[in-house]
């Protein structure tokens, strides 16, 4: 099988592999990408190429630690409730800022959903204005009360 995915946007057999096989025990070393290659029988510059790609077209937000919360830095779930014409550029806004690693629509008042980070507790709520200053709406900031450690790595295959 030459690609996999949509019929609008087909994936590589390559970029597959890198989505399914590597969210999680990623290689921790001074060259993780070269490690990728070897083990998908390619080279270290076509895998950062190909994750690029996947990032530019919205395959994955970003390549990174999931760090215990507030044992380096600290972080919050944060909640607005957005007109549905204002949802995509306002998500659009959010998704655009390196302290937040993503967000995503509910059915709910509080339509639109984010995780903010940032290297303190002050750095966070900085953020969090920023982001009301900017949209014109107010943020809900939900911070972590209890921890769970939740498996988001899916296999596609």
Known sequence: MDSLGT???????????????????FPLCSRPYAVLAKRL???????????????????????????????????????MSVPE?????????????????????????????FVVTGTDRNAVAGVLMDIEAETGMPVIDLPLVEAYRLDLGFRLS
Not at 92 to 99: H, L, N
């Open 41 to 79: 029988g390619s080279d270290e510059e076509t895998i950062i190429r190909n994750l690029a790609e996947l990032r530019a077209r919205g395959y994955i937000s970003r390549v990174g630690a999931v760090v215990t919360p507030h044992k380096a830095g600290w972080s919050t779930l944060a909640a």
């Open 7 to 25: 019929s609008d946007e087909r994936l590589s057999e390559l970029e597959f592999r890198l989505l399914d096989e590597f969210q999680r025990d």
């Open 85 to 113: 014409d204002r949802l995509t550029d306002v998500a659009q806004k959010i998704s655009v800022r390196g302290e937040v690693n993503h967000n995503y629509e509910r059915e709910h008042e509080y339509n639109l959903w």
